[in-house]
């Protein structure tokens, strides 16, 4: 049984961009200017989130920068294809870009009250080694692995769902260990899907 993602709607998110690349072609935006704005629009964010502990306007703001995000990531890989801009160097900084951006993005976890430092830590090791799991599949395979619940898609709305409540000045405190936990799971368990489906294809 495959298991549920927000991962499944990329095809559809994407073909609503297509139109936006050629566009930004023309004016001579490359691949990886992207992937550095994604990157920036990260580190951006978590100062984002470190601010909204005084004013909380800027959890919501956040959320409208997530899905700015996502635009970027996944305009970067449509003009990489369409316009034959791909190369290994662009593909290195992809797979390192997404792994520090959510560090950038989530370390300010530990600063809620009532969040350990140490569950943060374990929440970005967990997604870290999530991704490597899917790059081995492209390594081993000549496939990327997306497979499992909790992708870089599903982190991402996980962490928009969040920052909403957040914005709305909504008690977390009693729930969000339990969420964690939740979330801890499912990339446990996107993990062991990707390795075997890269194990046994």
Same mark, same amino acid.
């Given at each position: 049984?495959?298991?549920?993602?927000?991962?499944?709607?990329?095809?559809?998110?994407?073909?609503?961009?297509?139109?936006?690349?050629?566009?930004?072609?023309?004016?001579?935006?490359?691949?990886?200017?992207?992937?550095?704005?994604? $990157?920036?629009?990260?580190?951006?964010?978590?100062?984002?989130?470190?601010?909204?502990?005084?004013?909380?306007?800027?959890?919501?703001?956040?959320?409208?920068?997530?899905?700015?995000?996502?635009?970027? =990531?996944?305009?970067?890989?449509?003009?990489?294809?369409?316009?034959?801009?791909?190369?290994?160097?662009? +593909?290195? *900084? =992809?797979?390192?870009?997404?792994?520090?951006?959510?560090?950038?993005?989530?370390?300010?976890? @530990?600063?809620?009250?009532?969040?350990?430092?140490?569950?943060?830590?374990?929440? $970005?090791?967990?997604? +870290?080694?999530?991704?490597?799991?899917?790059? *081995?599949?492209?390594?081993? =395979?000549?496939?990327?692995?997306?497979?499992?619940?909790?992708?870089?898609?599903?982190?991402?709305? +996980?962490?928009?769902?969040?920052?909403?409540?957040?914005?709305?000045?909504?008690?977390?405190?009693?729930?969000?260990?339990? @969420?964690?936990?939740?979330?801890?799971?499912?990339?446990?368990?996107?993990?062991?899907?990707?390795?075997?489906?890269?194990?046994?294809?």
């Amino acid at each position: 049984m495959k298991m549920p993602s927000t991962y499944a709607l990329k095809p559809a998110f994407q073909r609503l961009l297509n139109p936006i690349v050629g566009f930004l072609r023309r004016v001579g935006v490359t691949p990886n200017g992207l992937t550095w704005s994604a $990157l920036v629009l990260s580190g951006v964010m978590g100062w984002m989130f470190v601010q909204g502990e005084e004013q909380p306007v800027w959890y919501c703001i956040i959320v409208l920068s997530l899905l700015l995000r996502m635009i970027l =990531n996944a305009l970067d890989g449509i003009m990489a294809r369409s316009h034959d801009m791909a190369t290994k160097g662009g +593909a290195v *900084l =992809n797979e390192l870009g997404d792994v520090v951006s959510d560090a950038l993005v989530m370390w300010p976890l @530990a600063l809620l009250p009532g969040m350990h430092a140490g569950w943060v830590g374990v929440l $970005l090791w967990l997604s +870290a080694v999530n991704e490597l799991s899917g790059v *081995l599949g492209g390594w081993l =395979n000549g496939e990327r692995r997306y497979d499992g619940p909790m992708g870089k898609s599903d982190r991402t709305l +996980a962490w928009g769902v969040l920052c909403l409540f957040l914005g709305f000045e909504a008690d977390v405190s009693e729930w969000l260990p339990i @969420a964690l936990c939740v979330v801890f799971l499912c990339l446990i368990l996107s993990t062991a899907i990707r390795i075997k489906k890269t194990v046994k294809p």
